[in-house]
């Protein structure tokens, strides 16, 4: 006899008569429909390892206890892994990030930066022989590392880093040291309590000359007690709004020694005499910030997307408050509002996924024209990985806040899972380069090439501006023109302001300081017209049937005219748009959320995320949503009996008080 499976009416209403194929979404989004089944096949094989479930909700865990837990798990998720039916990249990527990884480490993977930057910075760091002595043990999980880099005193401030690492042509060796508490490393990953090796970012002294930061490897902590090596300091910085078990640490060093050969050298040497041999380009040391500014942009747009997905299955099972009178309460997200809330957010993750993709095509066709030294492409991947990053991590943590206030008071409970899911976007505005600091890198790209007339291919349309009619056109590709010119005003008013300061005798990094807001508005039009061009250009150039095209491309037109309605003024200012365009955009915005509220549900299912990845009673494929909030309620410890001891011990001699 087959067990009947339970499915919320509403939900099971939304989902007939689906007018696209949702498989075909969930290959267009996976890449491919072999990389769908290869996801499907390595879900099912972790997910289905009883060992890998929690006990107990980790929120009800000590700190300590979290940590070994999500290291218990991680370790096991790492032996499966040696035969997992998936390929090695796609299988980390899916582990270390937002997707299946998280459905087992809830609160962060303790061993997340040993793939997500130490590999990554032994490969693009270190010399064949290097990683050939490394690269290995690294793969086989022989050694452990992390990146260290930012210290208590400095993060975004490279150059102010203040540990250093002083060339002694006598032995050979580097000597490593924190000249000061504001030395000491703080915050890498890992660090904490369970990495034995780290690439640590150091001020480079040879011949009595500081060189600037580079990167070495040093070993942490003894290969077989785990102890640390003599004049390593190194623990665990605390709990934090987030990722609490990724165990950020700190670490010190007091005079410690390591031999020449631990510099990575493969952009700048000291040879054995002390002599300093400069890299081609000043910056690739910077190349693992890269790289994770890049993967970042994936990450959180899938965090994002398992926001909407809890969002948007709640709205629709929610029953509250009465649209016509005397009628049943009807589903929330019936109410125009709340498609306001939530259907932007979910044209997003499409419009930025795109863009992540475009993203990653340039970062491997720039690394891979940088191995034969050529160094062209490396400005526009670091302008266009900065403003990315920068964007798309703001506006999903603002998204992903959205959805939550969209679940109204359920969305504010822990196993609603949107906390974790916010702790860990809003983290992405910080890490890698803290978002304010970034959009001020993307606006010294655009101003150097509005003025040099030269730049990469992200910026040719400073340089070859649009001539013709400037009427305001609103199909999606009258609308790209529109952002166009909006970048564009935008960084001419932040070059006329640096003038307006010069002019008033400011020096340049005054006059710089003084401009920021304006420089600031820049790279963030910048960066929307990358994300708007790359979702009109790829559904343009992607084979879709006609009704999955149908959807997309109404979910692109929401998006794109969501921003221009969300600031306007830049508009009006740049783009010659008038009232009567403004207006229309906004009937046509507010006709596009009908069209696609119906849509809302099978949109979301299309992501293909299972339950244990959403994590969320709200948003469970099911839609029994009371009955998941009853259960998960049941598991407080303070529910595991009627009187709890604390009632004798404090309250009850307050009731007996007669105060
Ligand atoms: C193999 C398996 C893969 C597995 C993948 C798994 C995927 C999972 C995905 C996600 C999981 C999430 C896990 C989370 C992990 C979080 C880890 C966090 C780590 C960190 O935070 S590490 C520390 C990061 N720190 C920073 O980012 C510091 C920010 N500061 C800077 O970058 C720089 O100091 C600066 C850019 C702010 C300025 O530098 P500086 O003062 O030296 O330079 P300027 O004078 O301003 O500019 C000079 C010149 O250089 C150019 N420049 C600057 N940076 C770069 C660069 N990186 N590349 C190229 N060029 C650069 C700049 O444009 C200037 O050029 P011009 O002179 O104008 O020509
Ligand atoms: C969860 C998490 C994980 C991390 N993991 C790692 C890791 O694995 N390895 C590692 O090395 N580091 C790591 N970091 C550190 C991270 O990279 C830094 O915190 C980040 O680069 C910001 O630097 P900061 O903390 O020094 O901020 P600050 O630079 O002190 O920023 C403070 C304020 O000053 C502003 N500001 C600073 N400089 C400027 C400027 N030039 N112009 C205008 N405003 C400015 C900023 O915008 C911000 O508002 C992690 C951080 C977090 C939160």
Known sequence: MTKEIYENPDLKKERQNCPFNKEEITNFLDGGKEKTTER?????????????????PMEYLSHADKYAEELRKSCLLMHKLADSPAGQVQTLRALMGAGLGS???????PIALHYVMFIPALMGQGTVEQQAKWLEKAYNLNIIGTYAQTELGHGTFLRGLETKATYDPVTKEFVLESPSLTAYKWWPGSLGKTANYAVVMAQLYTKGKCEGIHPFMVQLRDEETHEPLPGILVGEIGPKLGMNTNDNGYLGFDKVRIP?????????????????????????SYGTMVFVRVVVCQDVTV???????????YSCVRRQSELKPGDREPQVMDYQAQQHKLLPPLAATFGFQLAADHLWNLYNTANNSME????????????LSCALKALCSSEAANFVETCRQSCGGHGYMSCSNFPRIYGQVTAAITYEGENTVLWLQVARYLVKTRKEKSGGLSVKYLIDEEKGPRTVDTTPEGIVKLYRRVAVGLVDIAIAELENNSRKGYAPHDAWNHAAVHLIKAAQAHARLFVVESFVDSLKGSRLSAPVRAILSQLCELFIIYWILDRSGDFFLCA?????????LNSK????????????VNIVDSFDLRDEILGSPLGCWDGNVYQR??????????????VHESFHKYLKPLLKSNL
């Open 260 to 284: 020449r050969e631990q510099l990575l050298m493969k952009h700048s040497q000291v040879l054995e005499d002390g002599t300093y041999v400069k890299p081609t380009n000043s910056k690739l």
């Open 629 to 642: 909030l009853f259960d998960e309620a049941a598991k407080s410890p303070l529910n595991q009996k009627n």
């Open 589 to 600: 915005y507010v006709q596009l959320l009908a069209a696609i509220r119906p849509q809302a």
């Open 372 to 383: 034969q030294g050529d160094m062209e492409l490396l400005p526009d991947l670091h302008g």
């Open 576 to 584: 010659n748009l008038k009232k009567e365009d403004l207006l229309q």
């Open 303 to 313: 965090n994002l997307r398992k926001a909407v997905t809890i969002a948007t299955r």
């Open 103 to 109: 459905a087992i480490l809830k609160e962060g993977n």
């Open 40 to 56: 499907r096949q390595l879900e099912t094989y972790i997910l289905s390892d009883e060992q890998l479930k929690d006990a107990v």
